[in-house]
């Protein structure tokens, strides 16, 4: 409550002093700059009206107040100016959306309750990811697509029907800057806290009569923010980002239309260090002195503790696009759209936040291929009757291998005691995904009302193959401790074949129930996921909307460290039907926007990233399915423009996302029915506020002030995590708890009247808040990760 009474009380505070400040400027008014606007796009992505938003949500050109479902929007401008440039930055900006970091560094979104933790970097997300509607098939893939960007459309709910499985939560589509019809550059620079250093420019223009391009880079680098707790002159958390877009827009013909995207991203900087904070023990007997006697972190943001070297990444990614548009009539135009991701990743990842290495991933190595085609038809948006019918292809190829080292840990001493004091270990999983889909969508105005139908069906595949090795090349190994202990020398000596035992009453790949072997499987499954709905426009500021929809997200296999089959099973496909009534109105002469949702989700088969008791080595990880939950909950937004210049956003949403039926062992290896249990990563209150106020001070300059609020309640990080496991020695009362947090930032400046150049001041997380978005269990430890603290700086733009 102290949190709430803070987030309200400031927001307040702020509201009071801004609208103050505005009518203390009694001078001639100013035109709406970047910053005021919630979205600037090109004209030819501008409603008629330059103050309506324009999104693509029904992969068609639209007014925001004209789409029937929940869409938020962050402009470019808006990005540049609040220092959104991370993942968690977006979520933090927008309601209902968090994220999570997670132990191998795999972005996870969770939206309006409905989100997938899962660290494997082939697995399918329920919140899926495009660049200008190309898909980011895997989350890793969109972690540094936030750069010279037009807007980014947060689609809120299933989103099947236009988007695909894997878009059971919603879907965020990022849209990039387009290539103008005159010569124009601009750029930008900051500098912050931890020696700060982000820089971006473009340069965009005409090539010829039909031909026009932009290129935009940008590079992020920054010193290590977190401070180790065993050496204080060590630090972690460097960044050293590297990202390039190149636009051709070529026009042949009036009917004929190409847009090539090429783009990319090169990562070197270090992955962050988790907090230790409890010690919970597999085989309490056998627990090292030198883990008995190491210390809790420090709640602090910036203190943290790594095996020296662990933490690091070399990662880079390349994406080319091509979108060819052709009207086949005056009214009807075919789309291709066809893409194509190559990934590749070699990082290291701490994984208990100690100096010790109970568990380190000290190399995880990745590839991704991914190719995706669109072929689609549709009819001229100004048509009555609306559609579009289409079809889909995609192709992925996931290569993942990670090392594992872990002499520090305590089931090493047990088996120590056999002979074989194993410390380390290999795995890999090895898939290829094959995704058919066909689409049809429409809409029918019939006076005031538009009836809404659209359907997709796909038909999926998948093929994995998993494998835990050894190749230390030592005879006292993970690998010999099989053969030799497990398997009572039945089987030979070990000679790096793959160990894990079949403990089903299956046979997989030739390896039979009770044998030792590779494990193969193919997964397959299909679905339908549709949508109905009903808008109606009473008058045209008002939009009345009611949709009830279907989606799914794919099934998975796993990447981990299995000793058993059963471990590799994959998970089947979830499904969520979702109902959803809402509105949106522009009132009092456009000074006031206000919208607002209801919504309930009929959760079946939720996908969780969990655990199971392994008779030999105490708790591992294993995929489930929950077989019932439900979200239930409300999103109201207003938008407030008292007078010129200033604009006031204030959002709140109420979250209860309950699990409905599910008995299995959670995260911390509780075992236990635990329906009435909460879904995690999912506050129940959220409430945001944005204020930004700009005013002359001279006819050639503008003065600008701003702040942002964010506020979450607390959440748990896994089922049933308001109680903790048995066995467990930690400082903290709820050591799977997040507790709920406020962000405050605070900017202000001074700007060109024509927005020219612009010079800033800023500051995030003012308040030193000290918050966390994850808590992990990992064999004898469980940890969390922190957020970044108070950081500032200075930040100088230019465009002509």
Known sequence: MNHINRALLGASIAAIAFAGQAHAQAVAPAADTPSQQPVEVETANQAPDSGDIVVTANKREQRLNDVGITVAVVSGDALQNRQINSLADLANATPSLSFTNSANGTPVYTLRGVGFYETSIGAYPTVSTYVDEAPLAFPVLSSHSAFDLERVEILKGPQGTLFGQNATGGAINYIAAKPTNELSAGGSISYGRFNEVVADAFISGPISSTLSARLAGRIERADGWQISNSRPGDRNGKVENYMGRLLIDFEPTERLRFKLNINGWKDNSETQAPQYIALFPQVPAFVTPQLAAAQFSPERPQAADWTPGVPRRSNRLGQATLRTEFDVSDDVTLTSLTSYVDYKQRQGDEGDGLPLSTLDLVNNIGRIKSFNQELRISNNSGSDFRWVVGANYERSKVNELIDLSFPDVSVRGLYGSFGYPFFSLSYSNDQKMENYAGFANIEYDIGQLTVKLGGRYTKSRTDASECGFDDSGSPINTGPLFYDVLFGG???????????????????????????????????????????????????????????????????????????????????????????????????????????????????????????????????????????????????????????????????????????????????????????????????????????????????????????????????????????????????????????????????????????????????????????????????????????????????????
């Open 490 to 800: 039945a089987l030979g000596p070990y000679a790096g074949q793959c160990y894990q035992i079949n403990n089903t009453p299956d046979t997989y790949n030739g390896v039979a129930p009770g044998a030792s072997g590779r494990f193969t499987d193919t997964l397959k499954e299909d679905n339908f996921s549709w949508r109905v709905g009903l808008d109606y426009k009473p008058v045209d500021d008002v939009l009345l909307y009611a949709n009830v929809a279907k989606g799914y997200k794919a099934g998975s296999y796993p990447t981990l460290s299995a000793s058993l089959f059963s471990q590799y099973l994959p998970v089947v496909q979830e499904s969520v039907q979702s109902y959803e009534a809402g509105f949106k109105a522009t009132l009092l002469d456009r000074t006031l926007q206000l919208n607002g949702a209801v919504f309930y989700y009929d959760y079946t088969n939720k996908q969780l990233r969990s655990k199971f008791v392994d008779p030999n080595f105490g708790i591992l990880d294993v995929l489930q399915n929950i077989p019932k939950s439900d979200v239930k909950g409300f999103e109201i937004e207003m938008s407030i423009r008292p007078t010129q210049g200033l604009v006031i956003n204030n959002t709140f949403t109420y979250l209860d996302a309950t699990i409905k039926e599910f008995t299995g062992i959670n995260s911390g290896g509780i075992s236990a029915n635990f329906a009435g249990a909460n879904v995690p990563y999912t506050p129940k209150y959220q409430f945001g506020s944005n204020i930004d106020y700009e005013f002359p001070v001279s006819d050639s300059l503008n003065a600008f002030l701003g702040t942002s609020l964010n506020f979450r309640s607390k959440t748990v990080a896994t089922i049933g995590g308001e109680t903790n496991p048995a066995g467990v020695t930690s400082p903290v009362t709820t050591v799977f708890g997040i507790d709920d947090y406020v962000l405050i930032d605070l900017r202000a400046g001074v700007a060109a009247a024509d927005d020219s150049w612009r010079v800033s001041v800023w500051g995030k997380n003012v308040g030193n808040e000290y918050y966390w978005n994850n808590v992990v269990a990992a064999f004898d430890t469980i940890q969390r990760y922190a957020g970044k603290p108070a950081t500032y700086g200075v930040s100088v733009s230019f465009r002509y």
